[in-house]
């Protein structure tokens, strides 16, 4: 596609209950981050995906959450038994894996825990 | 621990020139980059700096002194439409490409 691409744009789920978080990465990047952004906050990172393995994973701030990547393109991130400490902008990004100096972002995913 | 620094706000009068400065401690340096963020909308690259020296990019230009861990963007020509926040973010490892971001300046224009 032309851009990141990520759905739901905004999601409001009940405390307790899972959400998966999609991102659609710019044709032909082989790397995939995610990160997360609170309100009036930075981006803090998530996880990288080069291909379809995740060399960092070190981002993930509980075993609740886990992503995966199939076919070196689409990658899900899933958040279970969801805490309102989880409610954020879940930001996706994208580069072509060699030489990389920019990264490019989606949209994001508001998720609202109530 | 990995820390970056930069101010939290910053306010200026359409047509000057600001200065967003970044300190930053990391146990690597791969080099220093710059976001715009808009309310609302996706991060976007502004520049990148490796080596010491200043890059310039139109109205922007981005600064970086590995030896005092610091860097500045340099916004000219200040319009009204760059009012938005700006991040800068350092690449700490080589086998690590994700960055770890500033919180992030948010600069106002004010007519």
């Known amino acids: 596609g032309a851009g990141v691409s990520q759905s739901p744009s905004n999601k409001v789920t009940e405390k307790g209950k899972d959400v998966e978080l999609r991102c659609d990465p710019i044709s032909g990047h082989t790397a995939l981050y995610w990160y997360r952004q609170s309100l009036g906050q930075g981006l803090e990172f998530l996880i990288y995906?080069?291909?379809?393995?995740?060399?960092?994973k070190s981002g993930l701030p509980s075993d609740r959450f886990s992503a995966e990547r199939t076919g070196g393109s689409v990658s899900t991130l899933t958040i279970q038994r969801t805490q309102q400490e989880d409610s954020a902008v879940y930001l996706c990004?994208?580069?072509?894996?060699?030489?990389?100096?920019?990264?490019?972002f989606g949209q994001g995913t508001r998720l609202t825990v109530v | 621990g990995q820390s970056l620094e930069q101010p939290s706000e910053v306010t200026a009068v359409e047509g000057a020139i600001v200065q967003i400065n970044c300190t930053y401690q990391?146990?690597?340096?791969?080099?220093l980059s710059w976001y715009q963020q808009h309310d609302g909308g996706a991060p976007t690259f502004l520049s990148y700096?490796?080596?010491?020296g200043l890059e310039e990019t139109g109205r922007f230009s981005s600064f970086l002194s590995r030896s005092d861990s610091y860097g500045y963007l340099l916004l000219q020509e200040l319009q009204m439409k760059d009012s938005a926040s700006y991040f800068c973010a350092v690449r700490d490892h080589a086998g690590r490409r994700a960055l770890t971001f500033g919180s992030g300046t948010r600069l106002q224009v004010q007519p």
């Open positions: 990391t146990s690597g340096f791969y080099g």
């Open positions: 700096n490796a080596l010491d």
């Open positions: 995906f080069q291909g379809n393995s995740a060399p960092d």
């Open positions: 990004a994208s580069s072509p894996g060699v030489g990389d100096t920019e990264a490019f």
